[in-house]
C-alpha cells in the first residue's frame, strides 16, 4: 500500500484560493492519474500523464492544473476557477497507459 | 464517445445467493477491461482484469463482445464482499462507470 500516497488526507480552504494536492509513487511507474470521486458519479478522470514533462486533460480539466517534472510526483492544483471544488480526489499510478492502475488513499478537499 | 454502464447503483443479496454485477461498454476498438473494488475505508485496488482470466475471491467475469458486456460475477456471496464495484474499460481514454454499491446481508 505505500507504493502511492497522497497528502494531505483532509484539506481545508477558503472560497477563491488555489490548493495542491500531493501525489508521489515509488513503483516506476510511467503513468499518472488524477479522478474526482462524487458520490454517484464513479470516478471522473481530470489529468493524466504518460511520462515525465508531459501530461493531457481528462473529461474534467476545466479549473485544475497539473505539473510532471519528476516521475515520481504529480501534484494537482485546484484552481479558484473551478466552481465546485469541495470532492474526494484520487490518484493513481500504473506502469504504461492503460495498465493496472494503484491507487492511493485520496484527499478530501472542503472548500468553504 | 467511450462510454461504459453499470445499471444498478445499488444492489442487496443475501449471503450465499449468486451475485451479478452488470456492466456495459460501448467503444470502437476492443480496449481492455477491468473491475476494481473499493471495501470501507480502504482504497481502490483492483479485483480482476480480463487479459489475465484469473479468478479473484471467487469472482469471475465474461467478456461478451456482443453484447458489449463484462458482467462480474460470484456463485455464492459472501459478507465481506459489500463493497463499491466499478467497471473500467480501458483503452485510448480511461473510463470508469458510476459504480455498484453491493451489500451483502447476513
Known sequence: DGGITQSPKYLFRKEGQNVTLSCEQNLNHDAMYWYRQDPGQGLRLIYYSQIVNDFQKGDIAEGYSVSREKKESFPLTVTSAQKNPTAFYLCASSRRMGDTQYFGPGTRLTVL | ?106
Open chain 2, 1 to 106: 464517445a467511450q462510454r461504459v454502464t453499470q445499471p444498478e447503483k445499488l444492489l442487496s443479496v443475501f449471503k450465499g445467493a449468486p451475485v451479478e454485477l452488470k456492466c456495459n461498454y460501448s467503444y470502437s476498438g476492443s480496449p481492455e477491461l477491468f473491475w476494481y473494488v473499493q471495501y470501507s475505508r480502504q482504497r481502490l485496488q483492483l479485483l480482476l482484469r480480463h487479459i489475465s482470466r484469473e479468478s479473484i475471491k471467487g469472482f469471475t467475469a465474461d467478456l461478451n463482445k456482443g453484447e458489449t458486456s463484462f458482467h462480474l460475477k460470484k456463485p455464492f456471496a459472501q459478507e465481506e464482499d459489500s463493497a463499491m464495484y466499478y467497471c473500467a474499460p480501458a483503452a485510448d481514454g480511461l473510463t470508469f462507470g458510476k459504480g455498484t454499491h453491493l451489500i451483502i446481508q447476513p
